[in-house]
T-cell receptor, first 112, second 117 residues
Framework: GAGVSQSPSNKVTEKGKDVELRCDPI?????LYWYRQSLGQGLEFLIY????????KSGLPSDRFSAERTGGSVSTLTIQRTQQEDSAVYLC??????????FGPGTRLLVL | AQSVTQPDIHITVSEGASLELRCNYS??????LFWYVQSPGQGLQLLLK??????LVQGIKGFEAEFKRSQSSFNLRKPSVHWSDAAEYFC???????????????FGQGTILTVHP
């Protein structure tokens, strides 16, 4: 399909382990966004890429969270030393002109 | 800082009845406005958007929304609800270029819609 794809769709990990979540944006979309959806906090912005640079990292909750984007396409969100409060659905979105964001199906992360 | 309020956490309607989901926002100027829908276990699907111009916007699946600047509202409506409309609905605002929050969407807490046969 031509939509945003994310992998894995589900991830179960143990507390303290590192995890990597991947996002493939819609082809040609220059902007890419990460959000987190949890029961207690709703939908929260994490980080935004324009090309390979991240003008806005304001939503990353701690220094355990990082993200990169290479080649203006695929992005990886890394969570180091996972904690139980990191359990959530991580959603990726992409945008062509920065106006309308199209979302992927999400990665459901469970930290035991 | 921008914020979005969806006053109704849960709404129940009968199939065929009309629907209105409320959304109020706080923002210094007119933001970009969106409604998304999320079915269980799925991502967010865009229903409709408002950037400028006509304040009544049409979206997919028979939904429409009206931007009212004086009320800082962007309510979602549908004249006749179908059972397949049962889902969670999110209102979101985005800053225009040059805004300090440009690039990110701020979401409301969502409204869960239940449809009775």
């Amino acid at each position: 399909g031509a939509g945003v794809s994310q992998s894995p769709s589900n991830k179960v990990t143990e507390k303290g382990k590192d995890v990597e979540l991947r996002c493939d944006p819609i082809s040609g979309h220059t902007a890419l966004y990460w959000y987190r959806q949890s029961l207690g906090q709703g939908l929260e912005f994490l980080i935004y890429f324009q090309g390979n640079s991240a003008p806005d990292k304001s939503g990353l909750p701690s220094d355990r969270f990082s993200a990169e984007r290479t080649g203006g396409s695929v992005s990886t969100l890394t969570i180091q030393r996972t904690q139980q409060e990191d359990s959530a659905v991580y959603l990726c979105a992409s945008s062509l002109g920065g106006k309308t964001q199209y979302f992927g199906p999400g990665t459901r992360l469970l930290v035991l | 800082a921008q914020s979005v309020t969806q006053p109704d956490i849960h709404i129940t309607v009968s199939e065929g009845a009309s629907l209105e989901l409320r959304c109020n926002y706080s923002y210094g100027a007119t933001p970009y406005l969106f409604w998304y829908v999320q079915s269980p276990g799925q991502g967010l699907q865009l229903l409709l958007k408002y950037f400028s111009g006509d304040t009544l916007v049409q979206g997919i699946k028979g939904f429409e929304a009206e931007f009212k600047r004086s009320q800082s509202s962007f309510n979602l409506r549908k004249p006749s609800v179908h059972w397949s409309d049962a889902a969670e609905y999110f209102c979101a605002v985005g800053a225009r270029p040059g805004g300090t929050s440009y690039g990110k969407l701020t979401f409301g807490q969502g409204t869960i819609l239940t449809v009775h046969p």
